[in-house]
């Protein structure tokens, strides 16, 4: 059995998203990108399928994944202007590393539900935060219009029975991110002593 962490224990439990906009370099190298997907990866994965990839975008690639928003954007909305064309075109460079988490499940595993596939990608994008926690990086968790839309979905290169679960941006936070209001633990929280409890 592991040894209790207190102090990481601790750590996490100051685990807040920092928004994208306020991310800057330096982010992620490739040997610590790297760790940190490892960890993405070690996730609960009932029988083994790992239905999740990566896409990581950085450099030049941010840009060009922007203009497949750009593009999508417009056929859209047709009576868009410019500007709000511009300012999707440059949503994947507001942080200098976007990870899109993919939900890539294995329909002819039939003895696993979907909905657990689906979850265990949920659960990748959770593990990337903390590894970017615990990496000394800020990041967010996203999804907006286009985690949602078939034709961006293509011009990324997914497949049709993939869905993007997440566009994780990470980097450097510029700004301590401010604190949120979390849930009473007495109101989500209920130790169940039989039927009517």
Request: charged fraction near 25%; aromatic fraction near 8%; hydrophobic fraction near 45%.
């Amino acid at each position: 059995m592991p040894e209790a962490d207190p102090a990481a224990l601790a750590r996490l439990a100051t685990r807040r998203s920092v928004k994208a906009e306020l991310l800057r370099e330096p982010g992620p190298d490739e040997a610590t990108l790297h760790a940190m997907l490892d960890v993405a990866m070690r996730v609960p994965d009932h029988g083994k399928l790992g239905p999740w990839r990566f896409l990581i975008l950085r450099g030049e690639a941010r840009a060009a994944a922007g203009e497949v928003l750009a593009r999508c954007f417009r056929a859209r909305e047709p009576e868009a202007d410019d500007a709000a064309v511009a300012f999707e075109r440059g949503r994947f460079e507001r942080a200098p590393v976007v990870v899109v988490v993919v939900s890539s499940p294995n329909a002819r595993a039939v003895k696993i539900p979907m909905w657990e596939q689906q979850l265990s990608s949920g659960a990748a994008c959770q593990n990337l935060l903390n590894a970017s926690l615990f990496a000394g990086f800020g990041a967010q968790w996203l999804t907006e219009w286009y985690a949602y839309d078939d034709d961006v979905a293509r011009g990324l290169g997914l497949t049709a029975d993939e869905r993007v679960a997440g566009f994780v941006y990470i980097g450097s936070a510029s700004d301590a991110p401010e604190e949120r209001t979390r849930p009473d633990y007495a109101s989500r929280v209920i130790e169940w002593k039989g039927a009517g409890s």
